[in-house]
T-cell receptor, first 110, second 109 residues
């Protein structure tokens, strides 16, 4: 039982490059989330998916897209990376309560 | 609108001293309140939630609906308590969670 698994753990991109952050959970949870964590700003919700087949914007969705591929997987895509997207990204899932987090992806955009 | 406020970004206490991390919230309805902890370069993990009313690692938190607060307390801080602490609120449709900006606690030996 791995919980919430994120890949990659680290990534360096150049401005304008694209990439997809992967997230999978094996707890049969309905809801999944993507957060970014920045110093002094805490955790901010980018997108969430209340159930398979649905996605909704959070607080800071601009510059990102998501796909809820199936119940297990929820990916986050940066189409054209910008330095402002340098952050640590966390995926999380929830069944009833509480949130379970992945280990995070540390992304640097130069 | 800011739903969860943690007024202290940084908090330092000496080992053995009491510690209180403040959290205030604003939400119409009946939210569920949580404290999450993040040790250095690790994932966030649940520390405690108000509905369970339990003590984890010596920490407690009481929900005060009148003051809309959910402060985290521990009577005697330990060095291993040094971490980032986030207060979080759950409410609304879709299991939405809102986090505060976090408080970085340092326990000085």
């Amino acid at each position: 039982n791995a919980g919430v698994t994120q890949t990659p753990k680290f990534q360096v991109l150049k401005t304008g490059q694209s990439m997809t952050l992967q997230c999978a959970q094996d707890m049969n949870h309905n809801s999944m989330y993507w957060y970014r964590q920045d110093p002094g700003m805490g955790l901010r919700l980018i997108y969430y998916s209340a159930s398979e087949g649905t996605t909704d914007k959070g607080e800071v969705p601009n510059g990102y897209n998501v796909s809820r591929l199936n119940k297990r997987e929820f990916s986050l895509r940066l189409e054209s990376a910008a330095p402002s997207q340098t952050s640590v990204y966390f995926c999380a899932s929830i069944g009833n309560s509480p949130l379970h987090f992945g280990n995070g992806t540390r992304l640097t955009v130069t | 609108a800011q739903r969860v406020t943690q007024p202290e970004k940084l908090l330092s206490v000496f080992k053995g001293a009491p510690v209180e991390l403040k959290c205030n919230y604003s939400y119409s309805g009946s939210p569920e309140l949580f404290w999450y902890v993040q040790y250095s370069r690790q994932r966030l993990q649940l520390l405690l939630r108000h509905i369970s009313r339990e003590s984890i690692k010596g920490f407690t938190a009481d929900l005060n609906k009148g003051e809309t607060s959910f402060h985290l307390k521990k009577p005697f801080a330990q060095e291993e308590d040094s971490a980032m602490y986030y207060c979080a609120l759950s409410g609304g449709s879709g299991n939405q969670f809102y986090f505060g900006t976090g408080t970085s606690l340092t326990v000085i030996p």
